[in-house]
């Protein structure tokens, strides 16, 4: 089966306008994140969906960013009045379930923002 | 907050060489350690994973093994191949469905 997809691959987008990104997850994969990573850092984890339950929104870095997802497929980022410090790579991840401590994530190829 | 240091942060080694990448936690309360690669242009490819109740894990010639109560882990990499050549991530799982990444140790393998 297909892994983890994302779109756009490439976004370049002027300072101050809205972008959506997507990832669609591994079919039957309950669990979804969204992490980015900045030039020369780590990765940082965003948001977490887990089923029909309320999303853990704890690593959003403001109110400019939202995600929303679908039951337990297809799954949107979207950053309002971009900014310059929003240029990343956004990855996102699905798994399985959410069995702590055995649960594998397996990652799309990112969405590469250049905000301008 | 967790952070998660990895040494060195680049490493250059002929091939055929074994060699050894290093990832520290600061907090111990994790419930599983996880090494991925991470290719130019591509995503995350996971490696190994190893629950908080293991000492290690081993594919191929990849081998990681888990001290939590240091908070150390430490991935093995035998006979290595310049197709090793990869950015390689720890990343811990703690409480919160937080999964707090290293900055990753950028490995050359020269042919």
């Known amino acids: 089966g297909a892994g983890v997809s994302q779109s756009p691959s490439n976004k370049v987008t002027e300072k101050g306008k809205d972008v959506e990104l997507r990832c669609d997850p591994i079919?039957?994969?309950?669990?979804l994140y969204w992490y980015r990573q900045r030039l020369g850092q780590g990765l940082e984890f965003l948001i977490y969906f887990q089923g029909n339950s309320a999303p853990d929104k704890s690593g959003l870095p403001s109110d400019r960013f939202s995600a929303e997802r679908t039951g337990e497929s297809v799954s949107t980022l979207t950053i309002q009045r971009t900014q310059q410090e929003d240029s990343a790579v956004y990855l996102c991840?699905?798994?399985?379930?959410?069995?702590?401590?055995?649960?594998?994530?397996?990652f799309g190829p990112g969405t590469r923002l250049l905000v301008l | 907050k967790q952070e998660v240091t990895q040494i060195p942060a680049a490493l250059s080694v002929p091939e055929g060489e074994n060699l050894v990448l290093n990832c520290s936690f600061t907090d111990s309360a994790i419930y599983n350690l996880q090494w991925f690669r991470q290719d130019p242009g591509k995503g995350l490819t996971s490696l190994l994973l190893?629950?908080?109740?293991?000492r290690e894990q081993t594919s191929g010639r990849l081998n990681a093994s888990l001290d939590k109560s240091s908070g150390r882990s430490t991935l093995y990499i035998a006979a290595s191949q310049p197709g090793d050549s990869a950015t390689y991530l720890c990343?811990?799982?703690?409480?919160?469905?937080?999964?707090?990444f290293g900055t990753g140790t950028r490995l050359t393998v020269i042919p």
């Open positions: 190893i629950q908080s109740s293991q």
């Open positions: 990343a811990v799982l703690t409480g919160a469905n937080n999964l707090f």
């Open positions: 991840a699905s798994s399985l379930a959410f069995i702590r401590g055995q649960e594998t994530q397996y």
């Open positions: 079919s039957g994969h309950t669990a």
